[in-house]
C-alpha cells in the first residue's frame, strides 16, 4: 500500500511538472522570448533524466530497460522541440543542438544499434524540419548529413570506450573469479552479472543456473538457510561493512569478512555486489596465537598466568551467587628420578600424558593448568570439599593406572593431591597456601594419596 501510494505521488508530481511546462509554452508562445523556450527544454530533460528515470527504475525494477526505452524517447522529442524552436524563433537554419543527449544515454544503456538509430532519426528530422519552416535548400540536406556524421562517430567513439571498458572488467572478472573471496552482483537490471566458483559452491548451484539470470528467479533454487541469508543481501538496502561472520561449506566450519557494495547515482546504473573475504586461516592463526599465549605448549593444559586470571574471575563469580570455590594442587611423586632414569624425553611424555588424564577426569568448566615443572592444578566451580575430594581421587586413580613404554621399560608413575574448598572471603593466595600444605602431608604421609585441608579459610 505505502509503495503504490509513493507511486502515485511520484506520478503526480511528474504530470504537475510536465502539464505546468506544456500549459506555459503553449499559453504564452509567442510572447515568450526563444531563450526561455530553450531553457524550459532544457529543464524538462534534465527532469525526466534526473528525476523520472531513477524513481520509475526503482519502483520497476523488472522492466527497467522498458523505463530507459522511455525515458530517451521523451527525452529525443524535446530534443526536436528545441530544434524547432529554434529555426522557427531565429529564423536561422538548424545548428548541431541537443540531439546528442537522449543518443549518448541510448548507445550507453541500451544498445549501439538503438544510439545509431537515433541519430538516424535526428538526421532526418533535422532536414524535414528545416525544409517544413523554410524555403527548400540543398544544403539543408548537407547539414542534415553532417549531423548524423558527426552524431554517429559520438556513437562508434563512445561504443569503442564502452568495449575497453569491458575488456578492463573482464580482465577484473578473471581476478574475481579466481579469488579466495565469495563474490556475487546483480546489474541494473536485477540479473546476477558476476558470481565467481567460490560463490557457486556455497550456493550449490551452476554457472549456468546463476549467471545472467534474474536474482529473484534464482532464489528459489537455494536450499541452504546460510546461502539464503546471505543470497538475500542482494534485495535488502541496508549497507554491511565489515561484518565477521561464520559459515559451514563442505562440512567444514568457514570464517568472512562480509561487505555489500551499492552501486547507486542517478538511476543511469544500479547495482549491488556482496564480497565474502575467507579470513579462515587468519581465525586459524589467531586460535593458534591465543593457544600459545594461555596454554602450556608441553601438556596443552593453561598456563600459570591464564590460571591466575581464571581464578580471579571464578572468586567474584563464587562471591556474587555464594558459591562454594575448590582447588586441587598436583605433583608427580619422584618424578625426577624419572628424568633421571628414563630421559627428560620421557618426562616430557609423562607430563603429557598426565595432563589429558587430568583432562579426562574433570568437567569442561573446570579449569586444568600446569604451573610450572611437575606441578599441576585443577580449578573446581561451584564444589563443595566432599566432591573436590572425589575428583582429586578419580585423578590419582587415573595417573595410577597409566602406563610408560620406554626403551628402558616400562614403568608407572604416582601423585599427591592436596585439596582445600572455600565458601567465602576468598583469597587466591591464601587458597593455594592451604592446597600446597595439603599436598605437602600427602607427600610426608607416604605419597600417592589425596589430602584435604582441614582449616577452614576466611580472609585475612
Partial sequence: MKKALNLANHVLLSLLFFGLVAY????????????????????????????????????????????????????????????????YFTHQKMDISIYFIPIIFATVFLSVKIGLGLTAMASISHILMDVGIHEFEFNFIVTGILLGIIHGLVVILLDKVIKQRDRFANKRNLLVQESNALIIGVNEEGKIDICNKKMLEFLELTEKETLGQYFWKVKPSIKKKEALEIFNLLIEEK???????????????HYFILDTYSLRDDGFTNGR????????????????????????????????????????????????????LSLIMIDLDHFKQVNDTYGHVAGDYVLKEVGRAIESSIRRTDISARLGGEELAVLLPETKQSDAYEVAERIRL?????????????????????????????????????????????????????????????SY
Fill in 273 to 324: 555486489m556482496i564480497s565474502l573475504k575467507n579470513i579462515t586461516e587468519r581465525k586459524e592463526m589467531e586460535r593458534k596465537l591465543h593457544e600459545l599465549s594461555v596454554k602450556d605448549e608441553l601438556t596443552g593444559m593453561y598456563n600459570r598466568r591464564y590460571f591466575q586470571s581464571k581464578f580471579e574471575e571464578e572468586i567474584i563469580r563464587s562471591e556474587r551467587y555464594q558459591h562454594d
Fill in 239 to 253: 549497507p554491511v561493512e565489515n561484518a565477521e561472520l561464520e559459515l559451514t561449506i563442505n562440512k567444514e566450519n
Fill in 398 to 458: 587415573q595417573i595410577m593406572e597409566l602406563e610408560f613404554e620406554v626403551e628402558q621399560g616400562v614403568f608407572r608413575v604416582t601423585a599427591s593431591l592436596g585439596v582445600t574448598t572455600q565458601s567465602e572471603g576468598f583469597v587466591i593466595e591464601q587458597m593455594m597456601e592451604e592446597a600446597d600444605k595439603a599436598l605437602y602431608s600427602a607427600k610426608e604421609s607416604g605419597r600417592n594419596k589425596v589430602v584435604q585441608s582441614q582449616k577452614v579459610l576466611t
Fill in 24 to 87: 506555459v509554452k503553449v499559453k504564452y508562445f509567442y510572447q515568450l522570448p526563444y531563450y526561455t523556450h530553450f531553457f524550459f527544454d532544457i529543464l524538462s530533460i534534465s527532469f525526466v533524466y534526473l528525476y523520472v528515470q531513477p524513481v520509475f527504475i526503482n519502483v520497476f525494477h523488472k522492466y527497467r530497460r522498458w523505463v530507459i526505452y522511455g525515458t530517451t524517447g521523451i527525452s529525443f522529442i524535446l530534443s526536436m522541440l528545441w530544434n524547432f524552436e529554434y529555426a
